[in-house]
Structure formats: structure tokens, C-alpha cells
């Protein structure tokens, strides 16, 4: 019996040990990983182009968003719905290859070229339709995804005023107070919304 209850007791403690180490493999402080580059993204980790990593351990999330602004846009066309530049193409096939190994239950886009297009490689390769939203709807399509069941990881593509509001309204605070510039095509956030309630916040870039 002396046994049993010792065993038991050394059961516990593993247990316990394991939940903790589970708990803990998220870093609090995501400050050291702020503006980084991101290298890719694979299941269960984050690699920057410094050769610095962060943990992904599913276990702890709800909800994954990715905010991004479209990719450069060919600022020779004047009109109001201008497609993507070279440069701008050649971000939207590196967004691709960045969430290559990494699984996307959706991917929402405004309904202009530029966003479209951003997404369109990045679509092909998840075999993924590109759902529409409106910036006028933006907490409703928070709203849908986060009351979805099938939709844990989303990557929502918007513009330099949009984002940064979209990214305030997920975190229910203020980290932005002013749009991006126009230059700014290269910001990347990633929202974990934890089991807790708590929310991860990642502003990292990509090139």
C-alpha cells in the first residue's frame, strides 16, 4: 500500500510537471521576438532569419489570427482598384512559402485586386477559397470567426488604416495609435488567443 501511494504520488508530480512545462513553453515576454523577420512558420514553431525561434504549442490557443496589409501595389496605375507590382507579386509568393508548413483553416480578404492577389498564391498551396469581408463589417467577421468551429487559424489581409484598428479591436487595447505609412507593406501580426483568455500578441515583419 506504502508503494502504491508513493507511485501515485510520483504519477502526480509527473502530471503536474508536464501541464506546467506545457503552460511555460509559450515565452511572457514576447518582446525579444518584436520586429523580427520571419524565416517561416511550421506546426509548432516560428523561425526568424536570425536564427531565433518561437514555440507554437496549440494546446494553449483558441484562436490564431494573422493580420497583414496587401503587398506593394503598382502605384503607375492611378485608378482606384490597382493590381500588384513585381515587388508586390514577389511578397505574395515569400507569404506563401512562409505558411507552407503551417495549417490555415481560412483566409479572408477584402474584395480588391491588391489584397486578392496578395493571398492568391497563399491560397492555391491550402487549397483554400478566399472569403470576402467588408471594412465596414470588420467585428463581424471577428465575430464569425471566433464563433466558428472549424476556424482556429485565419490570415485576414487588409490595408494600412485597417489593420492596425483590426488588431486594437482582437487584443481590447491600444498597441496601435496610428495607421502605416504607405511604404509599410512588410508588418505581419499574430494574435494567439489563449485557453485562458489571455491574449499573445506578436508585431513581427516579413520579407
Known amino acids: 500500500m506504502k508503494h502504491l501511494k508513493l507511485w501515485t504520488s510520483v504519477g502526480l508530480m509527473a502530471i503536474l510537471l508536464v501541464a506546467c512545462k506545457d503552460q511555460q513553453e509559450v515565452p511572457a515576454d514576447t518582446e525579444t521576438v518584436a520586429n523580427k523577420y520571419i524565416d517561416k512558420i511550421e506546426k509548432n514553431?516560428?523561425?526568424?532569419?536570425?536564427?531565433?525561434?518561437?514555440?507554437?504549442?496549440?494546446?494553449?490557443?483558441?484562436?490564431?489570427f494573422v493580420l497583414i496589409r496587401h503587398a506593394e501595389k503598382d502605384t503607375a496605375d492611378k485608378g482606384p482598384n490597382p493590381a500588384l507590382s513585381e515587388a508586390g507579386l514577389a511578397r505574395s509568393a515569400r507569404l506563401a512559402d512562409i505558411f507552407r508548413g503551417f495549417r490555415l483553416d481560412g483566409i479572408y480578404s477584402t474584395f480588391f485586386t491588391r489584397t486578392l492577389y496578395t493571398v492568391d498564391s497563399l491560397a492555391d498551396i491550402k487549397g483554400l477559397p478566399t472569403y470576402p469581408y467588408d471594412n465596414k463589417t470588420l467585428k463581424e467577421t471577428v465575430t464569425k470567426i471566433r464563433e466558428s468551429l472549424d476556424q482556429h487559424n485565419v490570415l485576414i489581409v487588409g490595408h494600412s488604416n485597417t489593420m492596425p484598428v483590426l488588431a486594437n479591436y482582437i487584443l481590447g487595447e491600444n498597441k496601435y495609435n496610428q495607421v502605416w505609412t504607405e511604404d509599410e507593406y512588410d508588418n505581419m501580426i499574430i494574435i494567439f488567443e489563449n485557453l485562458d483568455s489571455t491574449k499573445t500578441y506578436l508585431p513581427l515583419k516579413y520579407k
Open 45 to 64: 514553431t516560428i523561425y526568424f532569419e536570425d536564427g531565433s525561434t518561437f514555440p507554437i504549442n496549440e494546446k494553449n490557443y483558441n484562436k490564431t
